[in-house]
């Protein structure tokens, strides 16, 4: 594809709030996430499992995964929190969401200098079950999911399998970026907001629109544009990228900052049950010491 935006692709974007990117990944891209999201999947089956893979008979790779993935929500939703982590933190992934020529789209779109960096954040693959919707969201913007005060756009790109409405792929209100800040409700948990859901008056001025595309290709948007994920329907695990580009430029930008938080033993706990050869218990985040 061409890495340079037409006059018609910035047009585009100012007036609907999205841009849908062909040929943003290559088949060796892809085809190196769907290895290593397996090998991923094969892990937390045999920790389920006690060792064993219920599932190594089955000759396609997407129907085991489709298959292990619902298996494991059935022994625990924490193997597929485990996945969600994990695989946001292997190289296969990784590339895909700080892709430069995908910075540089960005970079144009934020009105970026050409040799301007971006600060990524986010890089995430969502794994939307079949029927799951606990961790669906209803109709919101971006901009309350991020840095406060900075100026960004995300992505959203299917993994594995094209998106459709029936494996729930995301709704966007076109032109909704327009509207600003929008009327929004605020659901909070412990203090801290859970979803923030713009109100339905708001998105019925727009029209509404599914995000239908394929692998390879990606949808970038405002963080001012009103969207929402689909219920999955298909029978099949939705995976998906998300990731997101902001500018460092403003004087209130700031970094996110790690906060030291693990799944397992905190440092001391770990170097004790190493001495004492104490059995080591796991499931709790413990926390480390960061700079």
Known sequence: MTWTLSKQDMESYDRDGFLIVDDAFSQEELTAFDKAL??????????????ENPFSRIADMYEEIDLATAWLEEQDHYYIAQIYHAIADI?????LGI????ESIAGQLLGAQEAEPLYTLTKRCRIDLPTETSYTFG?????????PKS????MWAPLLRPATVENGTIDVAVGSHKEGVADQDWTMNDGI????????????????????IKPGQLVIFSNKLIHRSGENTSGTTRFSLVSSFHRMDSEDFQAARFTGSYFGLD?????????????????????????
Do not use: C
């Open 99 to 102: 892709k430069p020529q995908l």
């Open 139 to 147: 109709w919101h913007q971006e901009v309350f999911y991020s840095i």
């Open 38 to 51: 397996l090998y991923t999947v094969r892990t937390y089956v045999k920790q389920a499992a006690k060792g």
């Open 91 to 95: 190289p296969a992934f990784l590339k």
């Open 193 to 212: 907001p859970n979803q923030i859901i713009v109100k339905d008056e708001v998105v019925a001025r727009y029209e509404v629109r599914p995000v239908i």
């Open 267 to 291: 440092p001391m706990s770990y170097y004790r049950s190493l001495l004492s050869k104490a059995p080591v218990a796991t499931g709790e985040p413990a926390k480390i010491p960061v700079s």
């Open 151 to 154: 100026q960004f756009m995300m």
